[in-house]
């Protein structure tokens, strides 16, 4: 799920910010760049925890910028097939739910969802049980599991189930009203 891994990249920098401050502005930079984004190989770029290096720069011809070798520490998040994760129903429909655990979204279809839940619809979709008592709804918190990946160049896309024992709803926000 969570991994503390080292990676490097190429960084340019225009001339205008060369001087006393260079190192932190190739960080921010770096910061800008790199956080939030996803690579499909490492998965989602969570922070960055250190700068290890910063090599010597080199000039690119006729343009003046200067291109530096970075080398960094940062925490990346990456699902994968048979891990559990906690998440929020983001969209509710006929054919199952999406829902987000973090930067990751994923697909629940109502083939993997329990028998005794049947869909609803109305001004707010959502799948419950035939007593009423369990009800998944946009803003709900489930426990599911993953199942499978697809990962792409710059996402990652999931399935998920809750067919399985100690998954479903653990907060449901409807059920206070």
Excluded at 70 to 87: M, T
Excluded at 92 to 106: H, L, S, T, W
Excluded at 110 to 118: A, K, S, T, V
């Amino acid at each position: 799920m969570f991994f503390h891994i080292t990676l490097e990249r190429n960084m340019q920098l225009h001339p205008r910010h060369f001087g006393p401050h260079l190192r932190e502005k190739l960080i921010a930079k770096l910061m800008k760049d790199v956080e939030g984004t996803c690579s499909g190989r490492h998965g989602f770029v969570v922070a960055i925890t250190n700068v290890e290096d910063i090599g010597k720069g080199l000039i690119r011809e006729g343009t003046g910028f200067v291109t530096f070798p970075v080398k960094y520490q940062c925490v990346a998040f990456r699902p994968f097939k048979g891990e559990i994760l906690e998440a929020v129903v983001t969209m509710v429909n006929k054919m199952g739910f999406f829902a987000e655990a973090g930067p990751v979204q994923i697909f629940v279809s109502n083939h993997l969802i329990p028998d005794d839940m049947e869909f609803q619809s109305g001004d707010m979709p959502n799948y419950t049980t035939s007593d009423g008592s369990v009800k998944i709804q946009k803003d709900s918190e489930v426990r599911l599991k993953i199942i499978g990946t697809r990962v792409d160049a710059t996402e990652i896309f999931c399935i998920g189930t809750i067919k399985d024992d100690f998954l479903g709803v653990i907060n449901d926000p409807g059920a206070a009203s």
